[in-house]
């Protein structure tokens, strides 16, 4: 893995973590399309660097982070599920990491969802998070382990599963960006201790594209994170939900026909 790949990796990572499109999803692709995808620490980075996105939440909404002893609860409440999910199922998530067209499919299907979820759930009654309770936060974190299946999004299960509780939509991200932060440091903690009990080390110069990569990742996420919740106010899923339909639809065309996405 070079800094060029590192630093692509990281910019779709910022882009698209708090986007309901599955940051996983794209650089499974991008790794995939440099072929790097079968290396396994490019899996340890692709993992790693979203731990930089999501420190941008505690940065854009640091004073939300002292409110109360309250607001840590309900994102451990919200936590447990994928945290159990991901424990008991993390050989055959970690499988599926390297599969484009499970990706493809998940990227369509998912689409579909979000063409239809602003007609859906068009009746909020929650405007801050505050006012979510633990059951509804434990409901959202059920969602939440649905986006362990590549393509599905992180982002996009939780803001969902939000809104089916009755969440506004900017009510809904702002919760599922602060789930991201106890989730995406799990998964990176995890992640690196599974790394080093499978015998493998990590040299200065990986080191390096990991703090390269986080830092890059954490700059782009910044400047994204806000520029969705305006545009998700304002417009809704629709736009994100017929992207997914094309990206899916042209990755599973090109491995239908042939193609070798995955090169692994």
């Not at 990491?97 to 579909?112: C, K, N």
């Not at 520029?227 to 239908?256: D, N, P, S």
Request: hydrophobic share 55%.
């Amino acid at each position: 893995m070079e800094l060029f790949h590192a630093i692509i990796l990281a910019i779709i990572e910022g882009l698209t973590e708090f986007l309901p499109v599955s940051s996983t999803g794209h650089m499974i692709i991008a790794s995939s399309a440099m072929g790097i995808a079968s290396n396994d620490f490019v899996k340890l980075f692709t993992v790693a660097i979203q731990l930089g996105a999501i420190l941008s939440v505690v940065v854009l909404y640091f004073k939300r982070f002292f409110r109360s002893v309250n607001f840590y609860l309900k994102l451990i409440v919200a936590f447990i599920p994928a945290a159990v999910f991901g424990l008991l199922f993390s050989k055959a998530i970690d499988n599926l990491l390297e599969s484009a067209l499970t990706v493809g499919i998940t990227l369509f299907v998912g689409g579909i969802v979000l063409l239809f979820v602003d007609q859906w759930f068009n009746k909020p009654v929650i405007d801050e998070e505050k006012d979510i309770n633990y059951l509804t936060a434990l409901k959202i974190g059920l969602f939440q382990c649905i986006a362990m299946i590549p393509g599905t999004s992180r982002s996009a299960a939780t803001i969902v599963g939000g809104m089916s509780q009755k969440l506004s939509r900017k009510a809904a991200a702002e919760f599922s960006f602060f789930l991201a932060v106890p989730t995406m440091f799990a998964a990176t903690a995890k992640k690196l201790l599974d790394f080093y009990k499978e015998g493998h080390a990590i040299s200065s110069e990986e080191i390096k594209l990991l703090a390269i990569g986080n830092v890059v990742a954490f700059v782009v996420a910044l400047l994204a994170i806000r520029t969705f919740i305006t545009f998700l106010e304002r417009k809704g899923f629709k736009l994100f939900g017929w992207y997914r339909i094309i990206v899916g639809a042209i990755i599973i065309g090109l491995y239908w026909s042939g193609h070798n996405l995955e090169m692994i």
